[in-house]
């Protein structure tokens, strides 16, 4: 057998410690699969004392984790500490220009600057790997890179965050309003204590950028993802949701348009008994046309020690066969820069929801708003009736373009007769 893989890793965390057990345990297996031992030969954190679960002290251990790139004794740097820039960063870029392969788990780095990485692994020849930044477990980047390859990909929809899956799910179940949810799953592990990444889409938005790229062989392209997040989903909605059979799910989603490729983050209705529809609490999914090979959907745990670290397992494996191509699927200098299409000019069915006082001519006055701009309506709710007394009044549109709908509500707004502002949530085909 050829001589072991040698590993330098990064981040001893929840991802860098679970993937220290597997290394350090009966890796016969792998070493069938990889042709070859993969073995740790290097550490780092930042706290050398912290007891991770698993008896780290034989390796040698740097405190500056930059160092990994520079030790003769490694072949592969495995960075799990995390953040677009400062030492995940530098690390990165001085492993691969040291020629040592870098595997990540990485999305936000990625996202940012995914393709200058790509083409630094390129110039120096090794390996940039990065199963485990999207969705964990599921091997989506596999998939796309090297399986569905034969025919062109029109679109991807992605559940992509579990924290955000879990809340919705919780909301849908109990009838509770977000920030008590939130709090719960803050509670139980669920969410971070600074949420904002998971909440705010921008999590959904990285692993979306990723996608993207690896799906229509573009540059990652962060800036051009459109993102809202859940903060303002009411238990209302979910509950109207259901009742047009729908079920409200946090989307990422890429497709080729006539205008260019569309990159958005935001709550959608999906229709209930489908596959994105079914996926609950914290599991993440991707849904695949892929042309003529028809659908795909991918569903499994997109967080968590075991799945993440899977994910960085089978790249290392890959890596130790020499089994490696251009980070994206097609080299550095060829990623498409491809044209943004403007959100305004999508095309969607939309969920509308209006907090409005209970007096005659209301209905009449948001039905010509609409009419102005061209919008018209699928099927409507109104609930209750308490003359003088705001009112919840639901519809959902036919197909229209989201600048019509928006130019719409605005006016709607401008009614003395509307308390709030609408509520707009796009429909989703999945
Ligand atoms: N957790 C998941 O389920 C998951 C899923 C997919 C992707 N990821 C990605 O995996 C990466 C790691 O996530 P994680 O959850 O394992 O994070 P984590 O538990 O916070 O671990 C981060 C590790 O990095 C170390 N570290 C931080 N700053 C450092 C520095 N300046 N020098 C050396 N070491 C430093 C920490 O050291 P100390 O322990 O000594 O503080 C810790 O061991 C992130 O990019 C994340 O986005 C995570």
């Known amino acids: 057998m050829t001589a072991p893989l040698r590993v330098g890793l990064a981040g001893l965390g929840n991802v860098g410690a679970g993937v220290a057990k597997v290394l350090m345990g009966d890796t016969r297996t792998l070493a069938w699969r990889a042709g070859r031992g993969i073995a740790i030969t290097a550490i780092s954190a930042r706290d050398k004392k912290r007891d991770r679960g698993v008896d780290l002290s034989g390796f040698p251990f740097e405190v500056d984790p930059l160092a990994l790139a520079e030790r003769k004794d490694v072949d592969v740097v495995v960075e799990l500490i995390g953040g677009e820039e400062g030492v995940a960063r530098a690390l990165v870029e001085s492993a691969l220009r040291a020629k040592k392969h870098v595997v990540t788990a990485n999305k936000a780095l990625l996202a940012r600057h995914g393709a200058a990485l790509a083409a630094l692994a390129e110039r120096h020849e090794v390996a940039l790997k990065f199963e485990a930044a999207i969705c964990g477990g599921i091997p989506i980047v596999k998939a796309l ?13 992605g559940i992509l965050n579990g924290t955000c899956n879990f809340i919705l799910t919780q909301m849908e179940a109990s009838g509770r309003a977000f920030a008590e949810v939130l709090t719960e799953a803050q509670r139980l592990g669920y969410a971070e204590a ?14 979306l950028t990723l996608l993207t790229s690896l799906a229509f062989g573009t540059a990652p392209d962060l800036d051009g993802v459109s993102v809202t997040g859940i903060q303002k989903v009411s238990p209302a909605d979910i509950a109207f949701a259901g009742e047009f059979g729908f079920r409200l799910k946090l989307l990422g989603v890429a497709r080729t348009t006539p205008n260019g490729i569309e990159q958005r983050v935001h709550p959608a209705m999906v229709p209930i008994q489908t596959p994105l529809a079914d996926v609950e609490a914290s599991f993440n999914a991707v849904a695949v046309d892929a042309g003529a090979a028809g659908p795909f959907f991918f569903e499994g745990r997109g967080a968590g020690t075991g799945p993440t670290t899977s994910a960085v397992i089978a790249d290392l494996v890959d890596v130790a066969r020499g089994a490696f191509g251009p980070a994206f699927g097609r080299p550095a200098a060829e990623l498409l820069h491809g044209k943004r299409a403007p959100a305004e000019a999508r095309v969607s069915a939309y969920y509308l929801r209006f907090q409005v006082l209970d007096v005659p001519g209301v209905m009449a006055e948001i039905s010509r708003h609409l ?55 796009p429909m989703e085909a999945a």
Do not use: W
């Not at 399986?147 to 929809?157: H, K, M, Q, W």
């Not at 600074?194 to 692993?207: E, R, S, Y």
């Not at 102005?372 to 639901?394: K, L």
């Open 145 to 157: 890179r090297e399986g569905l390859i034969a025919y062109d990909i029109s679109a991807v929809r």
């Open 194 to 207: 600074d949420p904002t990444l998971d909440i705010g889409g921008g999590d959904t938005a990285h692993k």
């Open 371 to 425: 009419a102005n701009e061209q919008v018209s309506i699928e099927s409507m709710i109104q609930r209750g009736r308490s003359p003088g007394e705001p009112v919840a009044i639901v519809m959902l549109t036919h197909e229209t373009s989201q600048l019509s709908v928006v130019r719409a509500l605005k006016a709607i707004a401008a009614s003395d007769k509307v308390f709030e502002a609408p509520c707009m949530i």
